[in-house]
């Protein structure tokens, strides 16, 4: 989604800028643009619909590189279509000022009206635009002050919103302004500053950041800058930047994509690594910090796309496993209906990325009726790391591809490994606790097995590709995982797919199975095979296609993925390896943008 970046320094502020937008091109943008100003306040700026690539090919013909500040925008399209006149930065009518700006202004409309009875303007359908006049209208000629103007803006808008302001008439000064969305001001010693919506951008660059807060204001005079907190002057922590510099590669692999599906024995066995000691078949208590110290009641856990299907597959476990009841609700709907927060309910949160805005909003929501929240997220300091009461981290590593595949594998482990823990505290058999804890220990290995048939898997895509609509089914535990194959395969495929509780199916949608329409069945040896067996045969008699992904060969299937045979709770995580693999063999004998799907963003900062 939207990047938004700020430089100010000595240096060659075009390259610097290029630079960062190429770093987070992976988060899916459709537009960028860059405006630079150098010493003689002489000010340039470019836009460009596409890759960046096009942007740096039209920055690369303006020989010019003595600009030493500016600020630069990746865009994805909220308000307007994707046209070069909607691209960032924008500027206000008389040109002085120049905005980029995250997030979506709600009551945007309202005030372009107003502006445009005093006979401003517009040269973008953006609600951005809006904010760059608005700078202009409440600017006092008098005072000419940028600080009280942005001061003024921060009471007219409302959220959400980080917003980076420059102005030719202030070249020295530079204003950021946050509600909602992410926003860091970073340092190093050579005097430079920087702004970046995402602290990778600035991995080699920055060595001191702070983050801001929400209704913060940054104002750059010079050298020095000054924070502004309902307009007092506040103090932020300020903290050491020790992210390397993550130059993303594919190494020998195609997509990123299937970089990341490979690495997940990896990541699996990172995530397990200091929680779980397997020689004494224990867990760190330590590690768990913030889910066992109190006997909850209920949990609710929060979430968006596929990390809800993290949260759906794990309160099926923490219910069997840990007898807690627990509710896995979509981020963007928690919201709408009353909620009700008391200590005996604890709210998590769980998120790649740590910024969606719909996740986000719920735990501001949580947070303001004083409930227990605990969030689990993938990238180190984000915001919604930042704003929970507790944690614990993921570590699956940066995930490039927007299909999540090794971030929805990890957490899942982690969760499996939360239920353990609660579990026993529970009174869990330890029959029970000993044979999952075994099975982990082999599932980076079972893992591995399920990778070695990517070839066979191909051969399978082969076959699919002539088909349009797919039914992704399962039951109990395999139940969540045909949700998130389904929403893999429908997210880089782009073919129409649903996903049904197996046992569903007859209620309604059968009517629509016949030999064009094939399933793809998770039917491992679990406690729902023989329920599974006669929807199975629901569908063969429909004359239905199916590609079952199970571990004992049934004669009746159409094409069959084998996986390792393991345990009921252990079974979910090779069902979903070989959903992501199927999703991405089809994709890309399609030919389609694998890393970058039409439509999608990596980390979706918007409501
Ligand atoms: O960054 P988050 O984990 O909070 O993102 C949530 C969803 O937007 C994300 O999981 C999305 O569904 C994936 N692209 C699916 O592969």
Request: glycine share 6%.
């Amino acid at each position: 989604m939207c990047g938004i970046f700020g430089y100010k320094g000595k240096g060659d502020a075009v390259a610097i800028l290029t630079k960062w937008l190429q770093r987070l091109e992976y988060r899916g943008y459709d537009s960028a643009g860059v405006c630079v100003v150098n010493d003689d306040n002489v000010m340039y700026r470019e836009r460009a619909v596409g890759k960046v690539a096009e942007l740096s090919s039209k920055l690369q013909q303006h020989k010019d590189r003595s600009y030493t500040r500016g600020i630069a925008h990746t865009r994805w399209a909220t308000h307007g279509g994707v046209t070069e006149s909607n691209t960032h930065p924008h500027q206000s009518n008389d040109g002085k000022r120049t905005i980029v700006h995250n997030g979506i202004v709600e009551n945007y409309s309202k005030l372009k009206k107003e502006l445009e009875k005093k006979w401003y303007e517009f040269h973008s359908e953006t609600d951005t635009e809006v904010v760059a006049n608005l700078l202009q209208e409440h600017y006092d000629s008098n005072t000419a002050n940028m600080l009280e103007t942005a001061q003024i803006l921060q009471k007219l808008i409302r959220w959400a919103y980080a917003l980076l302001i420059m102005h030719s008439d202030h070249p020295d000064e530079m204003i950021a302004i946050r509600l909602w969305s992410p926003l860091v001001y970073a340092t190093n010693t050579a005097w430079e500053q920087f702004f970046s919506s995402d602290t990778q951008a600035l991995a080699g660059y920055a060595q001191q950041m702070t983050y801001l807060e929400d209704g913060d204001l940054l104002h750059i005079q010079g050298d020095t800058y000054t924070i502004y907190a309902n307009g007092e002057v506040t103090k932020r922590n300020i903290e050491d930047f020790d992210q390397e510099a993550l130059e993303a590669s594919k190494g020998d692999y195609k997509h990123f994509m299937l970089k990341e599906i490979y690495e997940q024995p990896v990541t699996v066995k990172r995530t397990m690594q200091w929680r779980v000691n397997f020689d004494t078949m224990s867990l760190h208590a330590d590690t768990f910090h913030g889910m066992g110290n109190e006997d909850y009641k209920k949990i609710v856990t929060v979430a968006c796309g596929t990390m809800h299907h993290v949260w759906w597959l794990w309160t099926y476990r923490l219910q069997n496993l840990a007898w807690v009841p627990a509710y896995a609700e979509i981020g963007s709907e928690y919201e709408n209906k009353p909620f009700f927060v008391d200590p005996s309910v604890l709210h998590m949160f769980l998120s790649q990325s740590g910024e969606t805005a719909d996740t986000l909003e719920t735990l501001k929501m949580v947070k303001e009726q004083w409930g227990k929240t605990l969030g689990i997220v993938n990238v180190v300091w984000s915001s919604i790391a930042r704003e929970t009461d507790n944690g614990l981290y993921v570590r699956a590593g940066t995930e490039i591809g927007v299909a999540s595949t090794k971030a929805f594998i990890t957490p899942s482990v982690l969760m499996l490994l939360t239920s353990l823990f609660l579990g026993k505290r529970r009174g869990m058999r330890l029959t029970k606790y000993q044979q999952i804890m075994r099975e982990l220990q082999h599932l980076p290995a079972y893992i591995e097995t399920v990778l070695d048939q990517s070839d066979h898997i191909r051969s399978i895509a082969m076959d699919l590709i002539q088909y349009e609509d797919f039914f992704f089914l399962g039951r109990g535990y395999q139940y969540p995982i045909a949700a998130e194959n389904s929403l893999k395969f429908k997210e880089i495929t782009y073919l129409h797919s649903e996903a049904y509780a197996a046992g569903e199916l007859k209620h309604g949608s059968l009517a629509l199975i016949d030999e064009k329409f094939p399933t793809i069945y998770n039917l491992p040896h679990d406690e729902m095979y023989e329920a599974n067996l006669s929807n199975f045969q629901e569908i063969k008699a429909r004359k239905g296609k199916i590609c079952v992904i199970w571990d004992k060969r049934v004669e009746e299937a159409d094409r069959q993925i084998t996986i390792p045979e393991t345990i009921d709770e252990i079974y979910p995580f090779l069902t979903a390896v070989a959903g992501q693999l199927l999703a991405y063999h089809v994709a890309d004998l399609l030919w389609n943008d694998i890393d970058k799907p039409r439509n999608l963003a990596k980390s979706v900062t918007v409501k």
